[in-house]
């Protein structure tokens, strides 16, 4: 099969002043569709040429695993921002509490490890075996796939994300691009896991929070169907 591109899901504008249309253009216009077209060429006629993105990157290595984990990772990043304002669902912010003591302190220790983070790479929010939030610093193309983890949520703290914008004040840009987390996706993310473990769930009947999310799950898998 062939990988495409993905496109955006706003207008290229729509994220300025924080992200300005020009390092729109480059970012996903040129790098991102570089990794798209290096794929291409790499897995032609190879075993991975029919596999789905995300098992080229558990079964390949070098640079076929390098830019099919690129073409993720962006798809990945670019879902996961908007120029609209968004909040966590209730859940999450419930594990966000959980796992980080509030969503100020998840805000810190986040953009704490993507400014710290040597190099190129990329920051991410997991789920972990545990069911338990994780926040990975992965050098180069790394991902949360790579552990077994489940992602939610990235942050590209690659140069070309920002330096057109910011040139080399990596944690004006982190402060800014928290501003544009889409907060829906994040949480699409985190109830796609959810409906996968509690698909055989029989739903409460008693009006606590659980029986209520557990409901709006199954509410939410009849309707997709």
């Given at each position: ?23 729109l253009?480059?970012?996903h ?19 991975f ?26 798809d ?8 609209e ?6 859940h ?83 402060e800014?691009?928290?501003e ?15 409906e ?7 739903p ?21 169907t």
């Amino acid at each position: 099969m062939e990988h495409k591109l993905m496109e955006l899901p706003f207008d290229k504008h729509a994220l300025e002043p924080i992200l300005s249309a020009e390092t729109l253009e480059y970012h996903h216009g040129k790098h991102h569709q570089g990794y798209v077209n290096n794929l291409n060429a790499l897995i032609k006629g190879t075993e991975f040429e029919e596999m789905h993105l995300e098992n080229i990157i558990l079964e390949s290595e070098g640079g076929i695993f390098n830019n099919a984990a690129q073409v993720f990772n962006h798809d990945f990043y670019f879902n996961g921002i908007s120029g609209e304002e968004t909040k966590p669902s209730r859940h999450l912010l419930e594990l966000i509490n959980r796992d980080f003591g509030s969503l100020e302190a998840f805000k810190k220790t986040f953009l704490d490890t993507a400014a710290k983070l040597f190099g190129s790479g990329w920051v991410w929010l997991s789920l972990n075996d545990g069911e338990v939030l994780e926040i990975e610093a992965h050098s180069n193309a790394g991902n949360p796939l790579l552990r077994g983890h489940t992602p939610l949520m990235t942050c590209d703290v690659w140069e070309h994300a920002y330096y057109i914008d910011y040139r080399n004040a990596r944690a004006a840009y982190l402060e800014k691009w928290w501003e544009l987390i889409n907060w829906d996706f994040v949480s699409q993310n985190l109830l796609k896991f959810d409906e996968k473990r509690t698909e055989h769930i029989t739903p409460c009947n008693d009006n606590s929070e659980l029986c209520e999310y557990i409901d709006a799950l199954d509410k939410a898998d009849h309707s997709n169907t």
